[in-house]
């Protein structure tokens, strides 16, 4: 019980760093243009969406709590 709550710890604080550093952030500090930034952003939505709809999951969330929840935390990823 213990190695899980450190573990959510950890992942809380993950998190909150990740949500720092979103998705167009990166995009413009690697300085991507054109096709190579569509790329990456798709990519990059796509391991959000994943990241976030396992979060919903271990939170038990269902129906429109958990759309709610995955869609405010993927546009919180991409930063739009």
């Known amino acids: 019980m213990r190695t ?3 573990a ?4 809380s604080l993950s998190t ?7 998705c167009v ?9 054109g096709a ?5 952003l798709t990519k990059c939505q ?4 994943a990241a976030c709809s396992t979060q919903a999951t271990e939170k ?3 129906g429109a709590a958990q759309t709610s929840f995955t869609t405010k935390c993927v ?3 991409v930063g739009q």
Request: proline fraction near 0%; hydrophobic fraction near 55%.
């Open 4 to 6: 899980l709550a450190i």
């Open 8 to 11: 959510l710890a950890l992942l």
């Open 16 to 22: 909150a760093a990740a949500s720092a550093d979103t």
């Open 25 to 33: 952030a990166n995009a413009d500090a690697k300085k991507l243009a």
């Open 36 to 40: 190579a930034r569509t790329s990456f």
């Open 46 to 49: 796509k391991d959000a969406t």
């Open 60 to 62: 038990k969330l269902h």
């Open 75 to 77: 546009k919180d990823a």
